[in-house]
């Protein structure tokens, strides 16, 4: 029997949910991950995405089928970001992909890219530091102390897999122009993992602390804003308090995902919710970061993706 | 002074190819590479980490070296931290005020300065120590406006925390 599993045609953080919904709990059927009616997905969705097929084949279920992009401007894109090189290991991939090589254009700054070790992490910041620098000050209009703390943020938010995940994870980091959400270039991370998540990681050293309230909430809020970690080092728990001093700082957007709730710290040019909980079920957990370019660049820059 | 090259300890301890202090994997590695050249040093010579051909450091990192150090050692030897960046010192900062810790900075210019949370009183202290290079308690509490009593009390913080030195009477940088 095979289930199938729509992909939102507008696959991004917005309709995460939506997704994560029609993936549903496993139940032994064979899954579809029909992506054929995609018209956009950001790095987020896409990271989402390989999550999803990670998650199913890790415990054991048939590899999953994935059927891609008609439009032949999204599958280019996907192939540009690196999506399908990745994929192959997790799913069934039914269409053909385009022969497209991975990107070092202005905008994919950094092609989905597997974490597992420390060793990623640094090839992943050397990355970063190559490529970023020039787009992030030139195009966004962020000052250099924002570019050279772009890195620390990336970093610490892989980290989070490596400590944490007990598998291995995705991160992508992209630019790119919204129109409609603020009018303005946002550079964007997005990193997610099919691991235990939060709530698993942070269990034995908070249920007690926080009593009928122990979730995935309660795990986002410890972790977030009080700076828990699982660890009894009281040196650790630092990276995502970081993350979030520097992106406020620069008027960023800092959302985290797993399990059934979302927490984030919403700026003023976002609508989203500080703490959703009773989600649909996903697997591990998802970062998204957003740092939206400094704004006198939105009256000058006039370039669109 | 002995100065240590965190960029050398990195591709001495870690790998050649790497130019980021990121990961905790890695802070542990160049914590332990620097620990090595500590035993070198006597208790009285300052240790000067030197960040300049650092790129990226991670809060992770900074933990792993400037937070254990100083936990570690700051109660018996003296560190300098030089050629640090703003984002390296946002790093850094979080973790001292994370544990409660201050170190001594240098910049490019050669001034000294403190990061790390510490009462207003005793960033003024240290401020007119580094600008005099060494200055009696009396001139201190002259210039703050306190007691000799209170500014002794805040020098001894200082001194306790190996923030500056002792010398006869006198009060005086560490870098000297």
């Not at chain 1, 992508?172 to 129109?179: L, S």
């Not at chain 2, 030897?77 to 409660?100: K, M, P, Q, S, W």
């Not at chain 2, 005099?132 to 925390?161: F, K, M, P």
């Amino acid at each position: 029997m095979t289930r199938v599993v729509e992909v939102p045609t507008h696959f991004d953080d917005r309709s995460f949910d939506q997704f994560a919904r029609a993936l549903g709990e496993p139940n032994g059927e064979r899954l579809l991950f029909d992506a054929h009616a995609v018209q956009w997905a950001s790095p987020y969705g896409l990271v989402g995405l390989l999550v999803a097929g990670q998650a199913t084949v890790e415990r054991g279920d048939q590899r999953p089928q994935l059927t891609i992009p008609t439009d032949r401007d999204v599958v280019h894109y996907w192939g540009r970001t690196g999506f399908f090189e990745l994929a192959g290991e997790w799913f069934e991939i039914h269409g053909r992909p385009p022969r497209v090589a991975v990107s070092r254009s202005s905008d994919v700054l950094l092609e989905i890219t597997q974490v597992q070790g420390a060793d990623d992490v640094h090839g992943v910041v050397s990355i970063i530091q190559e490529r970023a620098a020039a787009i992030l000050s030139g195009e966004l209009g962020l000052e250099a102390k924002a570019t050279m703390g772009f890195g620390m943020a990336l970093s610490e938010a892989c980290q989070n897999i490596v400590e944490h995940a007990g598998t291995s994870g995705w991160v992508a980091v992209q630019t790119y122009h919204w129109r409609r959400r603020l009018g303005r270039r946002v550079v964007v991370i997005a990193v997610a993992d099919a691991g235990m998540g939060f709530r698993r990681s942070l269990e034995a050293t908070q249920t007690s602390r926080y009593g009928d309230r122990w979730g995935d909430a309660a795990a986002l809020e410890a972790a977030l804003i009080h700076g828990v970690s699982r660890f009894r080092d009281p040196g650790r728990g630092q990276g995502l308090g970081g993350i979030r001093r520097y992106l406020n700082r620069w008027d960023g957007k800092i959302s985290l995902r797993s399990g059934t709730a979302r927490i984030a710290m919403v700026p003023a040019w976002d609508d989203d919710i500080p703490l959703a909980d009773g989600l649909p079920q996903f697997p591990g957990s998802q970062m998204l970061q957003i740092i939206p370019a400094h704004q006198a660049e939105a009256t000058t820059c006039k370039a669109s993706t | 002074m002995q100065s240590i090259d965190l960029k050398t300890i990195l591709e001495s301890t870690v790998s050649t190819g790497y130019g980021n202090l990121v990961t905790r994997h890695t802070g542990r590695a160049v914590r332990n590479g620097i620990e090595a050249m500590l035993t070198q040093l006597d208790g009285q010579q300052v240790a000067v980490m030197d960040f300049s051909e650092v790129g990226c450091l991670d809060i992770s990192c900074a933990d792993e070296i400037v937070g254990k150090l100083l936990l570690g050692h700051g109660h018996a030897r003296y560190f300098l931290l030089r050629g640090l960046t703003e984002a390296h010192c946002d790093a850094i900062n979080l973790v001292l005020e994370r544990h409660g810790l201050a170190v001594v900075t240098e910049d490019r210019d050669g001034q000294l300065e403190l990061l790390g949370p510490l009462r207003e009183t005793a960033r003024r202290a240290f401020g007119f120590v580094a600008e005099t290079g060494r200055t009696a308690a009396e001139e201190v509490a002259a210039r703050l406006d306190l007691s000799t009593d209170a500014t002794r009390q805040v020098l001894e913080e200082l001194l306790a925390r190996r923030l500056v030195r002792q010398e006869d009477d006198e009060y005086r940088v560490i870098k000297t």
